[in-house]
């Protein structure tokens, strides 16, 4: 019998209905289009099928991976079997083309459904999010069929995960400064050096390797290839102990003398940073959507704390105090919203995200901090025990900072766009 929140494209008659409503906001917008302006309304009212899709993800939220989330994390555990049912039910390829087995949906799907799996367990919405945004979106965008059709049909059905792998102890925010090489050998490349803090790291089999090849090239010297996990000389390095989403598996993946065919390359050679930089913009719009959930998610448990724990005769959602640190978490997490969804719908009408996606990736991780702390605040001492999740969503906030282009690297896209001729 299939689950009510299956997702795939044969399937989705089989998501449920819900009443739940969003307010359509008709947004009107003059954009430039080479030196002409072209005039659009933006329509950020939800369809039917976005409707049924928030209540599909929010149901598998609260059904499979609310229960045991305090312990995963607890223990670092990743969300194995929960992983397994977000592949079957269509979640890791929800923007692929059904012909190569993804389930045909567009952006805003795909952030609507990341918000709601944030909200109770950001470890697993970060694996929906690398395998859709920086893994599946990369490989049908830029790859070759014969690539797609070995690769990408097994990663959209989640049959297999995948990882991409630009960081390095040296070169975090800056991604020029490339130490793995990957040196042309004629019909297949060598490759060595180390990633470091690779989300998937240890259980994806597919890997995306950016590499440098011809150094005096600068940038234009990098490459990106695909990697499979058994290739010879590919060694997975110790988990990282980390602050938040500790249920994701993150480590350091060493390749040794790894000999990868040159088919495996993605693109025309010296793409490869280009190829990394398309893939981030768009997946600062996942990791947007994830801290604009993990921020209502902690909104949502402080508004029902609000209301259910009394002090002075009274709730505290009765408090001045308390009923304006909520209005400020509404406020921002609506304003987060917005700047998602629009960053979402220029994606999906073709139009260049930069921007949208920096913009929206920096105030919704604000937001997400500045929420978790405030829902910390408010459940007072029981905010600061494991047993009421806002501190985890608090510590699970502050990766959203940091990966995918840090704030400071958002800024810089977000200056240099507003400030250029």
Avoid at 67 to 93: H, S
Avoid at 191 to 203: A, Q
Avoid at 278 to 299: D, F, M, V
Wanted: charged share 25%; proline share 2%; aromatic share 8%.
């Amino acid at each position: 019998m299939e689950n009510s929140y299956s997702l795939g494209c044969d399937r989705r008659s089989t998501l449920k209905k819900t009443s739940l409503e969003y307010r359509p906001i008709f947004l009107h917008t003059r954009i430039f289009v080479g030196r002409q302006h072209k005039d659009l309304t933006m329509d950020f009212s939800l369809s039917e099928e976005h409707l049924m899709i928030r209540q599909a993800a929010r149901d598998f939220a609260q059904n499979e991976l609310l229960p045991g989330v305090i312990e995963r994390d607890e223990a670092q555990r990743f969300p194995t079997e929960q992983i397994k049912k977000l592949g079957e039910l269509g979640f890791l390829g929800m923007m692929v083309d059904p012909k190569y087995n993804g389930s045909g949906m567009d952006t805003l799907s795909y952030v609507i459904a990341i918000e709601e799996l944030s909200k109770v367990d950001a470890s697993a919405s970060v694996v929906v999010s690398v395998n859709n945004s920086l893994v599946c979106w990369g490989l049908e965008t830029f790859g070759s069929e014969a690539q797609k059709e070995k690769y990408l049909s097994r990663l959209a059905s989640g049959q297999v995960i995948g990882a991409f792998c630009l960081s390095e102890p040296e070169a975090g925010s800056d991604a020029t400064s490339q130490k793995t090489t990957a040196i042309d050998k004629g019909d297949h490349y060598v490759l060595n050096g180390t990633k470091n803090w690779i989300t998937n790291g240890g259980t994806s089999e597919v890997c995306l390797v950016i590499a440098q090849t011809d150094r005096e090239k600068g940038h234009k010297g990098i490459n990106a290839l695909i990697v499979e996990k058994n290739m010879p000389g590919f060694e997975i390095g110790p988990k990282e102990n980390k602050l938040g989403i500790r249920g994701s598996d993150t480590h350091s993946l060493i390749f040794n003398e790894v000999k990868v065919p040159k088919e495996n390359r993605i693109g025309k050679d010296g793409f490869g940073f280009k190829f990394a930089m398309k893939s981030l913009s768009g997946g600062r719009i996942g990791i947007a959507a994830q801290a604009l959930g993990i921020a209502a998610g902690a909104y949502e448990m402080a508004l029902k704390y609000s209301k259910e724990r009394s002090t002075f005769g009274t709730k505290i959602a009765n408090h001045q105090a308390i009923a304006f640190k909520l209005a400020d978490m509404h406020t921002q997490i609506e304003a987060a919203r917005h700047l998602v969804y629009k960053a979402a719908w220029e994606k999906d009408q073709g139009l260049n995200y930069d921007l949208s996606g920096a913009v929206a990736k920096l105030y919704a991780s604000q937001t997400a901090m500045e929420t978790t702390v405030e829902a910390v605040q408010i459940h007072g001492g029981n905010g600061f025990v494991k047993d009421y999740h806002v501190e985890r969503l608090m510590r699970d906030a502050k990766i959203t900072q940091i990966y995918e282009g840090t704030s400071e690297i958002q800024k810089i896209v977000i200056s240099r766009s507003i400030l250029k001729d």
